[in-house]
């Protein structure tokens, strides 16, 4: 079990106020999370590093380059517009 200087630690680190059971459950989870990690230590991690857990090819698509929406189209439902772009309230006060 967690040492409880260490739960009242992370108690008050963590703003919290338990009850004694909620400590308990707290303190199990605790120690889960550190097992967990443990655990984590044990895969072997030397090596060469990876840019996704899939080796080899990737599943990614294919970039395409294609003709994109014409301004107007976009813009004729738009509430309002202002130079070829929509207008939108301003949301920033100085």
């Given at each position: 079990m967690i040492d409880t200087r260490v739960l009242k630690n992370l108690e008050e680190l963590s703003r919290l106020e338990l009850t004694p059971c909620e400590e308990e459950k707290f303190g199990e989870d605790i120690e889960k999370i550190?097992?967990?990690?443990?655990?984590?230590?044990?895969?072997?991690?030397?090596?060469?590093?990876?840019?996704?857990?899939?080796?080899?090819?990737?599943?990614?698509?294919?970039?395409?380059?294609?003709?994109?929406?014409?301004?107007e189209d976009m813009l004729k439902n738009a509430v309002e517009k202002e130079d070829g772009y929509f207008k939108v309230p301003c949301s920033i006060k100085e």
């Amino acid at each position: 079990m967690i040492d409880t200087r260490v739960l009242k630690n992370l108690e008050e680190l963590s703003r919290l106020e338990l009850t004694p059971c909620e400590e308990e459950k707290f303190g199990e989870d605790i120690e889960k999370i550190i097992y967990y990690m443990d655990k984590l230590k044990e895969i072997p991690s030397e090596g060469e590093e990876l840019s996704h857990i899939f080796m080899g090819s990737s599943n990614l698509r294919k970039d395409e380059i294609y003709p994109s929406l014409n301004r107007e189209d976009m813009l004729k439902n738009a509430v309002e517009k202002e130079d070829g772009y929509f207008k939108v309230p301003c949301s920033i006060k100085e």
